[in-house]
């Protein structure tokens, strides 16, 4: 079966870094994608990683390896409004999106 | 700008009631898309549109239907509801099967009791 994984929550401090992990097994791969969901809010696009490497916007940054089945978020000088959730998601074969249950980003002062 | 407009925003609703959930779209794009969003879980695809006039089967489409007569327009119907259809429903649009991202509605809260 097709699975994304990702850690359920993480605490990190006002102005420090973080990086979040997602790990997918899928049917093919077209694409990984990073969105940002505030609580009770809809998702928006953070980032997309096609081919190997990092990719920087701002802030904010994502790796890709296919070979590994593996990306990350990161997310440099933290500030209070990144308090949210971060879900991954992985174009499938099929241009499907394949989508992880999200990490639930704290931020504290 | 608008971009992608769902209604209603919040609904209660009783078992075996049948309910339609709106969402419009004024980016002219292909491709629409419904989910559902439930804790703990990822977003599931319910049924999904590659074109006006055409629709598909997601993940998980029993107990549901969609039309697309035009290119801003896709409902979802819930026939007749039951409470594991509670949850809050996204609807999404992007450019085609292979473009970017997807632009997200603000989402309906629907509660089935």
């Known amino acids: 079966g097709q699975n994304i994984d990702q850690p359920t929550e993480m605490t990190a401090t006002e102005g420090a870094i973080v990086q979040i992990n997602c790990t997918y097994q899928?049917?093919?791969?077209?694409?990984l994608f990073w969105y940002q969901q505030h609580a009770g809010e809809a998702p928006t696009f953070l980032s997309y990683?096609?081919l190997d490497g990092l990719e920087e916007k701002g802030r904010f940054s994502s790796f890709l390896s296919r070979s590994k089945g593996y990306s990350y978020l990161l997310l440099k000088e933290l500030q209070m409004k990144d308090s949210a959730s971060y879900l991954c998601a992985v174009r499938d074969s099929n241009y499907q999106l394949i989508w992880g249950a999200g990490t639930k980003l704290i931020i504290k002062p | 700008i608008a971009g992608i407009t769902q209604a209603p925003t919040s609904q209660i609703l009783a078992a075996g009631r049948r309910m339609t959930l709106r969402c419009t779209q004024d980016m002219r794009h292909n491709a629409m898309y419904w989910y559902r969003q439930d804790l703990g879980l990822g977003l599931r695809l319910i049924h999904y549109s590659n074109t006006a006039g055409t629709t598909g089967k997601g993940e998980v489409p029993d107990g549901y239907s969609v039309s697309r007569a035009n290119t801003d327009d896709f409902p979802l119907t819930l026939a007749s509801a039951v409470p594991s259809q509670t949850s809050v429903y996204f609807c999404a649009s992007g450019a085609g099967t292979s473009a970017g991202e997807l632009f997200f509605g603000e989402g309906s809260r629907l509660t089935v009791l």
């Open positions: 899928t049917s093919g791969f077209n694409g």
């Open positions: 990683n096609v």
